[in-house]
């Protein structure tokens, strides 16, 4: 799984492919959705207009990231889908850590 987000994290949507389906686990080629890992939080995603409940990244290599999908979500193994992120709040989570740097400047 390519992580689209460590060299673009400013990419919004993207085309990719179904790589690995487990029931309403999801595992795509190319990801931009971040899943929540060393205290940042995760990405909003949606894939073909259908919103990832959760996801989560294996704690080992290759550390894929699996995206649960409601019941009924229809992907199936080798489908193109569109995948996009909440950009709003993408940008505010990129944003935080320099204006706790600020803000800490402040009073020390």
């Given at each position: 799984m390519k992580k689209?987000?460590?060299d673009n994290p400013y990419q919004q949507s993207l085309e990719t492919k179904v790589s690995?389906?487990?029931?309403?686990?999801?595992?795509?080629?190319?990801t931009?959705?971040?899943s929540e890992c060393g205290g940042q939080e995760n990405d909003v995603v949606t894939v073909n207009?259908?919103?990832a409940?959760?996801?989560?990244?294996?704690?080992?290599a290759p550390?894929?990231?699996?995206?649960t999908f409601p019941e009924g979500h229809g992907f199936a193994l080798g489908t193109n889908v569109t995948?996009?992120?909440?950009w709003l709040r993408r940008n505010r989570l990129m944003r935080?850590?320099?204006k706790v740097n600020e803000l800490s400047s402040v009073f020390v």
């Open positions: 689209i987000f460590w690995q389906v487990d029931g309403n686990e999801i595992v795509f080629a190319e931009i959705g971040f207009d259908i919103r409940l959760s996801s989560r990244m294996d704690r080992c550390f894929l990231i699996y995206y995948m996009k992120i909440d935080l850590p320099h």
